[in-house]
């Protein structure tokens, strides 16, 4: 079950908090998204990175910010400010083709 | 921007018996029709995906078929097995994940 590594698998944040959820991948590919699935919904777009030291707001990156210092990897943090932060994250690539999403395994995010 | 609209949002069919799950899009330039398939507890799959300039595409016991002119498209599983179940997610995008934009999902229930 390789390829694109999520990490916790289950987090908890507090009021007021900023959380990091690990994404790391060893596909090689230059582009990684980030994906909010809430239940009965599909999956929405937040960030995504088409190669290192950059990265482009998607629907819903209010709340949300992220990092691409390393082609491998792409954090996202979930600040104070997005209220409604609870939500299973899922972390994604695509090679050369930039159509075909390989996903993570997810992080479920809850409020305490 | 894209809306894409996925029905039904539950399906169950007794084993053997074949699945249609439907969808429309709202972007006429809209090209490229992925089908993800996201079995409990793990990440989701592309199972099948179609171009504009194809009507129909078959791989074994799926086939999604496009209809240009209504904008919709429709995954089809026959001679279905326990181990379909899962929620499917249909997707439309003009080139590239970054403008992909999925359904809200179909959850298969396949009873034996």
């Known amino acids: 079950d390789g390829g694109i590594t999520q990490s916790p698998k289950y987090l908890f944040r507090k009021e007021g908090q900023n959380v990091t959820l690990s994404c790391e991948q060893n596909l090689n590919h230059d582009a990684m998204y980030w994906y909010r699935q809430d239940p009965g919904q599909g999956l929405r777009l937040i960030y995504y990175s088409q190669i290192v030291n950059d990265f482009q707001k998607g629907d819903i990156a209010e709340g949300y910010s992220v990092s691409r210092e390393k082609k491998e990897s792409f954090p996202l943090t979930v600040t104070s400010a997005q209220k409604n932060p609870t939500a299973f994250y899922l972390c994604?690539?695509?090679?050369?083709?930039?159509?075909?999403?390989?996903f993570g395994s997810g992080t479920q995010l809850s409020v305490l | 921007g894209e809306n894409v609209e996925q029905h039904p949002s539950t399906l169950s069919v007794q084993e053997g018996d074949s699945a249609v799950i439907k969808c429309t899009y709202s972007?006429?330039?809209?090209?490229?029709f992925p089908w993800y398939k996201q079995e409990l507890g793990k990440r989701p799959q592309l199972i099948i995906d179609i171009r504009s300039n194809v009507g129909e595409k078959k791989d074994q016991r799926i086939a999604v078929t496009l209809n240009k002119t209504a904008k919709h498209f429709s995954l089809h599983i026959t001679e279905t097995q326990p181990e379909d179940s899962a929620v499917y997610f249909c997707?439309?995008?003009?080139?590239?994940?970054?403008?992909?934009?999925f359904g809200t999902g179909t959850r298969l229930t396949v009873i034996p």
């Open positions: 972007d006429s330039a809209s090209n490229y």
């Open positions: 997707a439309a995008s003009q080139g590239g994940a970054n403008n992909l934009f």
């Open positions: 994604a690539s695509t090679g050369t083709g930039r159509e075909k999403l390989f």
